[in-house]
């Protein structure tokens, strides 16, 4: 399993390997050490049942989406569009347009699944069970005001 964490100083994004996970990590942006708990089923990508970072148990799950690539998908097929219609072809301008849309859908269709902890942000990717619900903003804004008093934001 792949995790992503958020340090809770500067928002930093820290790649690390939960197979071959230290017992610390040093955040690159700020110098901050974040001690890492991480939990046999993080460690053997079988299930996310424990957050390492804050050892919370609330996730939830969403689309591995990269919003750049769709924006470049859109663009692309909006500058090629522009190309067809000023040159009198406007069906054919709609139908890239329209193609580029459903190239949008399909790679946005495809992507896999990650989980994200609702405290600290954390993401989690690999092959484990999925068991996390999706977003509730409820539960967000709830334990997102636990963590940040944890961590002493507010
Ligand atoms: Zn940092
Ligand atoms: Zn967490």
Same mark, same amino acid.
């Given at each position: 399993m792949k995790l992503t964490l958020v340090c809770p100083d500067c928002a930093g994004r820290l790649p690390v390997d939960a197979a071959a996970a230290p017992e610390t990590v040093r955040c690159g942006g700020c110098r901050r050490e974040i001690p890492l708990a991480v939990s046999d089923n993080v460690r053997d990508d079988a =299930?996310?049942?424990? +957050?390492?970072? +804050? =050892?919370?148990?609330d996730f939830y799950i969403r689309k591995d989406f990269d919003p750049k690539l769709g924006l470049a998908v859109i663009v692309t097929g909006a500058l090629i569009s522009a190309g067809f219609y000023w040159f009198g072809m406007d069906l054919i301008a709609y139908g890239v347009l329209g193609l580029a849309a459903l190239v949008d859908l399909i790679v946005y269709g495809r992507l896999g699944d990650l989980s994200v902890c609702y405290r600290c942000h954390a993401e989690f990717r690999g092959e484990y069970r999925r068991t996390a619900p999706i977003f509730d903003l409820h539960t967000a804004d709830e334990l997102e005001l636990e963590w940040a008093r944890r961590i002493g934001k507010r």
């Open positions: =299930e996310v049942d424990r +957050c390492p970072v +804050c =050892e919370g148990s």
